[in-house]
């Protein structure tokens, strides 16, 4: 068994309650986001999900055309376009 294991544990628990502290402090200062800006991080949550996704389905509409594919690039240009305007979400929502 590793000694310096218990040690690490208590380091990341005393940093989780020092963080825990600072945004209990933050969130006393500043109050809580007002409704209207819960309402616009959600709307462009939702524009950076579809932007994305649309542009995958026309780059995949556009691939279909060319190389006579049926849909297959499109279902994957939807597909790819979904994860990437996932990961750009989340992103977003771990920044605010």
């Known amino acids: 068994m ?3 294991e218990p040690n690490n544990g208590k380091r990341r ?3 989780a309650v020092r963080r825990r502290q600072w945004e209990r ?3 006393e200062t500043r109050g809580e986001r ?4 819960n309402l616009a991080m959600f709307g462009a949550l939702g524009w950076l999900i579809i ?5 995958g389905l026309v780059a995949g509409r556009w691939l ?3 190389l006579d594919t049926g849909i297959t690039m499109t279902a994957a240009g939807i597909f790819v376009g979904v994860c990437v305007g996932g990961l750009l979400a989340w ?3 771990n920044r605010e």
Not at 51 to 55: E, K, N, V
Request: charged letters at 25%; zero cysteines.
């Open 91 to 93: 992103q977003r929502m």
């Open 25 to 27: 402090r933050e969130w």
């Open 13 to 15: 628990l005393v940093g």
């Open 2 to 4: 590793n000694r310096t």
């Open 51 to 55: 932007i994305p996704t649309l542009i």
């Open 64 to 66: 279909d055309g060319i």
């Open 34 to 37: 007002s409704v209207w800006r």
